[in-house]
């Protein structure tokens, strides 16, 4: 997620009656993923050309058995393409004034997941540090395992009027959660 005004395309803040009010939009995936997508998609495709023939008559063929088989096939070749397109348009906006936070979570630019939040306060949010395995190569204390440290992840939450914690990113670096946490809380 973005951390300060200078991301333009990423940040908008709006000037209103009620106050400031700021959307920040979740990064998309890098380029070399879209590589990656390509060739999945490729394969998928040559898939599809290589077992058209048999799979069309299995899917006339008398088996009832293989007949739905023949159809779980297919099906798998026209859903795995489109799920795995819809990772590269998910998009997660933050948007709140005040104390108040709205979560969209949209997929191909609709939006398929709202959440309307009412915080303690305008800076009611919490860093937290978690560590989901023990940490065997900083127990062992070696030099040469160092590199191998389980540093654990950070989650940022929006802590609600009720004092429930709601879980607005993750990222392993708390930095970056640490200025998205200052960033949202000065609006």
């Known amino acids: 997620m973005p951390t300060g005004e200078d991301e333009i395309d990423r940040v908008e803040v709006i000037e209103s009656e009620q106050g400031k009010l700021v959307h920040v939009k979740s990064y998309g995936l890098p380029l070399i993923f879209w590589g990656y997508l ?3 998609l490729s394969v998928i495709f040559i898939m599809g050309v290589a077992i058209y023939d048999p799979l ?3 899917m006339a063929g008398e088996d009832e058995l293989n007949r739905i088989l023949g ?3 297919l099906t798998t070749l026209f859903l795995t393409p489109i799920v795995l397109i819809s990772f590269f348009f998910y998009e997660k906006i933050i948007s709140k004034n005040g104390d108040q936070l709205l979560i969209t979570h949209r997929l191909f630019w609709l939006p398929v997941l709202k959440r309307k939040l009412k915080l303690k306060s305008s800076d009611a949010f919490t860093l937290e ?3 989901d395995s023990p940490n065997m190569a900083r127990m062992q204390n070696q030099p040469d395992m160092k590199g191998f440290a389980n540093k654990g992840y ?3 939450f929006a802590i609600l009027e009720n004092e429930k914690l709601v879980r607005i990113d993750r990222s392993s670096q708390r ?6 946490k200052d ?5």
């Open 38 to 40: 390509l060739a999945i």
């Open 56 to 58: 069309t008559k299995v």
């Open 129 to 131: 540090h978690f560590l």
């Open 154 to 156: 950070f989650e940022l």
């Open 183 to 187: 960033f949202l809380s000065k609006y």
């Open 71 to 73: 159809y779980v096939v």
């Open 175 to 180: 930095y970056e959660l640490g200025k998205l």
